[in-house]
């Protein structure tokens, strides 16, 4: 059981807009910066935004974040085959003095 | 370019040991604390803590103690997870990751995984 709340699966199809909710609580997102990860299938996870709404050099600006109160969206516009991962969300949790992660979403792009 | 370059799969018998090492290059050593994040098969992401590359105090997430220890060998810019006691839960695949002192706790860099089997 995550700390973070996530969807299991979204989808949409290429070229489309999906987001990604990542819900917590106070002591959590409601406290602290949320970061994103994209794990491509069989490879590490990588950083696609920090501090709740940052990209990293690199990261193309179709990627973006938002926060609001406990919850967290990232969103993904123009849609590529290449998307097709599971997405995480992160945070520091005040309460629980750790570092703690969404139950990650997978993306199908149909 | 930083990079992160972990140790081999390991293929350990219950109650036996496992080292992993996780060789950073690109930048300083001491600039980014080293992370630890297992993922079981079929999983998500789970944090088992940080050591400080500065100090070499480490800080483990509750469900990583006692078993699980993190090191440094700053001549050789390496960090370690040590693992003792196996057992078939503990198969995953474990992740170092960099964080910026001072920034939020998010991972810069990741390694490539080191993927440890705990089978009889």
Redesign the interface.
Known sequence: Q?VLTQPPSVSAAPGQRVTISCSGSSSNIGK??V?W?QQLPG?????LI??NNKR?SGIPDRFSGSKSGTSATLGITGLQTGDEADY?C???DSS?S???????TKLTVL | QVQLVQSGSELKKPGASVKVSCKASGHTFTRYAVNWVRQAPGQGLEWMGWINTNTGNPTYAQGFTGRFVFSLDTSVSTAYLQVSSLKAEDTALYYCATHDYGSGAHFDYWGQGTLVTVSS
């Open positions: 995550s602290n910066y970061s990860y490879t590490a996870p990588k950083l920090y501090e990293p995480y992160g945070t520091w629980l750790a570092v703690v992660f969404g139950g990650g």
